[in-house]
Structure formats: C-alpha cells, structure tokens
C-alpha cells in the first residue's frame, strides 16, 4: 500500500476546507436579503457610476446598503465617492470594518488597500478569486437589505468568481449604451449569467440621449432604444434608460452622488431603476 507524502494533498482534507469555507461564506452573509452584480459587456459604459448611483438610490429609498467594488484592475468606486486616500482598519475579530459614509450606507474596495491610487495590481486568477473571497467573507456587512457588487467588465475572473461565491444571489443588472458594438458584448454578459445560473435582473441603458440644460431639446447623440430592444430580444427586463448628464461627470469627478448635481431627468431615471430591485 503506497503511503502519501507531506507533499500530496489529502483530498479529504481539502474538501473539508472549502466547506469551511462556504459555511463561513454562508454565515457572513446570511444577514444581507439581497445580493446584486452590476454587470457590463465592455468599458466605458459608466458601470460604475451606475453602481454607486443604484447603491444611493436604495439607501434613499430607506434601505440599507453595501456597495463592493471587486474591480481589481481598475476600481472608480473611491473616486467616484470621493473616499481615495481613506484606508480601512481590521476589528477585534480579525475581520474588515467597510468604510460607512453615511448610517447604513457602507463601501469596501480594493482601492483602500493601495499605497497611491497610482499603483498597478498584476495578479493571476486565483489571487483575484482570492480577494474577492475575503471581501465577502472577511468584511464585517452586518445586516444589510442588498449588497451591490460593481464588477469589471466582461466575463472574466471577478464575475464568475462572484457568481460561484455567492450561492443565493438574487441576480444581475447588466449596463450597457446605445450602440451596436456594446449591445454585442452585453449580450454576451446575459449569457453569461445564464451559464452560470445567475438571474438577470434587467437591463440599464445609460447615456441614452442628451437633453439640453437649456432648452431642454432632447437629442440622440449614440442613439437610443438599443438596450430596450435587445432586453426584449434576449427575454430579460429592461429597467430604464439614463441620459448623458454632464453633471454626473461633475459629481464624479468631484466625489458626489447625483441628488443634487443630476437634471431631474437624470435623478427620475435612477429612481426608476430601482422599482425592479425594491420588489424582490
């Protein structure tokens, strides 16, 4: 009978880790109602911006929220709410405190954890995977009535990392604008979800039209309808279109939410794309 080495894994061993794991994973996250992955097809699409500015519009509403930023890479979420510089601490019991910006309203992100915010991270799949583990099991959430996960785009390591960590996610919302050659790419975020078991909860159409400031004149500048159309298409719902607002470059630049930089069409829409998420 061969004998095993310090250097084999012992498989029984190893599968009583990762089921310590997911218990842990479990209990974590047992008092957050309701999980969210904010999706999209390619860059520039104002992913995070419409993350940041879902998460208020939840907390406006009276919830309580989260707001994890899993966007190794590249996250905005500290420079979208003005939190670069501010660092996090560790509690009593070897966990995370996420950053409360305001009573119920609570943000974790890679970028607290970086020395500038000019540093480059060159990590593999598993040290990503890694990361987002801790995050989510790590991190003291608390009690919350939804966690919203802004993820890099397309479907790589993060999004299936969220969607194998997270066993009873409610589900995804995928951005995306007008144009063809993202509407492409969203497509594939939806199928995505489908392979990997992950509900779609709807579709955002962001930068969807500008109306002037002025006189109010409402023109298609990357047209518009193109979200809504695919949604119908694919048999997904489709949760609203946001136009282009110059004050959301503003207020993000300047590490403000949108209530009271936006247009009030701007404002509507986001409080609109809530209704969907409020009645799960």
């Known amino acids: 009978m061969s004998q095993s080495t310090p250097n084999q894994t012992n498989p029984d061993s190893h599968q009583q880790q990762m089921e310590q794991e997911r218990q842990e994973l479990r209990e974590r996250t047992s008092q957050i109602k309701h999980k969210i ?3 999209s097809g390619k860059g520039g699409v104002g992913k995070s911006t419409v993350a940041a500015n879902l998460a208020f519009a939840l907390h406006e509403a009276g919830k309580t929220v989260g707001l994890l ?3 190794i890479h590249g996250p905005s979420i500290p420079k979208l709410l003005g939190l670069e510089g501010h660092s996090i601490q ?24 970086l020395p500038s915010r000019d540093d480059a991270i060159i990590w593999r799949g598993p040290m990503k995977y890694n990361v987002i583990k801790q ?22 390591d993060e999004p299936l990392a969220v969607a ?7 589900g995804a919302i995928v951005v995306t604008t007008p144009q063809q050659v993202a509407i492409s790419d969203v497509r594939k975020c939806v199928n995505f979800c ?16 500008f109306v002037c400031p002025h006189c109010q004149e409402h023109v298609d500048i990357f ?26 470059v503003t207020a993000g630049d300047n ?22 998420i409020l009645k799960l």
Request: glycine share 10%.
């Open 37 to 39: 992955s904010i999706f």
């Open 69 to 71: 930023d899993i966007d």
């Open 90 to 113: 560790g509690s009593d019991e070897h966990a995370i405190e996420p950053i409360e910006i305001f009573p119920g309203l609570k943000v974790m992100s890679i970028g607290f954890l």
């Open 135 to 156: 995050f989510i099991k790590d991190v003291l959430w608390g009690s919350l009535d939804y966690l919203i996960i802004d993820s890099p785009p397309g479907t790589g």
């Open 164 to 170: 194998q960590l997270l066993e009873d996610a409610d």
């Open 194 to 209: 489908h392979k990997v078991n992950l509900p779609v909860l709807g579709v955002i159409e962001n930068m969807s039209g």
């Open 223 to 248: 047209k518009s309808g193109g979200g809504k159309q695919m949604a119908q298409e694919m048999n997904v719902p489709f949760l609203g279109a946001i136009p282009i607002d110059p004050n959301i």
């Open 255 to 276: 590490g403000q939410f949108i209530k009271n930089t936006a247009q009030p069409q701007t404002y509507n829409a986001f409080n609109n794309a809530i209704q969907t």
